[in-house]
């Protein structure tokens, strides 16, 4: 009586090993990873995983709905750690400050062309507002995304999350946007980097991040 028990804990605990392994290779390498890497990082035959599972299709219908949740959830953190790091930061005063010394900048220039041509003062006001907005407040948007997407791959690496997914992320966000015709901004006019730009950015952080777990 006692050996068909221990082979039945046998099965239980080869079928949870593959599952372990193939949810990490899986979610690794994509759904067209090597089933013999899953079945060595198990420590179980090729064999003993067609016998668990029967096909490829069969493995990943056992553990595609984690995956489909630790994607989600890891799609969460990049998002809610960018839009918190943006709070920490403080982004929102700065924008403020900026934008009353650029409002205060604009009133001195207007003040001070009062008594000149109406065409003069609607040329330098128009060329004080492209010149502020093109040298100062589109650069320093950018710069405050950036240091977003920085302070979010950290909040989210200390949370437990996989920081690599906030690459992928992007990486199908990109994929995403090409599809639908892509955005043709200069990238000077743009407020925020462009998708080439965040992902390899995002890349060199990735060390830093892993760290913090």
């Not at 099965?11 to 890497?37: H, K, P, W």
């Not at 035959?45 to 984690?66: C, K, N, Q």
């Not at 982004?91 to 220039?109: D, P, Y």
């Not at 992007?170 to 407020?191: H, I, M, N, P, V």
Request: proline share 3%; charged share 25%; aromatic share 6%.
């Amino acid at each position: 009586m006692t050996a068909p028990k221990r082979l039945r804990r046998d099965a239980q605990d080869s079928v949870a090993r593959l599952r372990a392994a193939a949810l990490e290779i899986f979610r690794t390498n994509g759904l067209d990873a090597s089933l013999y890497e899953i079945a060595r990082a198990a420590g179980v035959s090729i064999g003993t995983l067609y016998h668990r599972f029967g096909t490829r299709e069969g493995l990943i219908d056992a553990v595609i709905p984690e995956i489909a949740d630790c994607r989600l959830q890891a799609l969460r953190a990049t998002v809610l750690g960018h839009e918190i790091a943006h709070a920490t930061a403080h982004h929102g005063g700065e924008r403020m400050s900026e934008a009353m010394v650029m409002q205060t900048g604009g009133s001195l220039l207007g003040a001070g062309l009062s008594k000149t041509d109406p065409k003069w003062q609607a040329a330098a006001s128009t060329a004080y507002g492209l010149g502020t907005q093109v040298g100062r407040e589109l650069p320093h948007s950018r710069a405050q995304e950036s240091e977003a997407d920085h302070i979010g791959l950290i909040y989210m690496s200390r949370a437990g999350y996989d920081p690599e997914e906030a690459v992928k992320f992007w990486q199908r966000f990109k994929e995403y946007s090409a599809q639908q015709g892509g955005d043709t901004t200069l990238s000077f006019l743009r407020t925020h980097p462009t998708d080439d730009v965040r992902i390899e950015q995002l890349k060199k952080w990735l060390p830093e991040a892993k760290a913090q777990k």
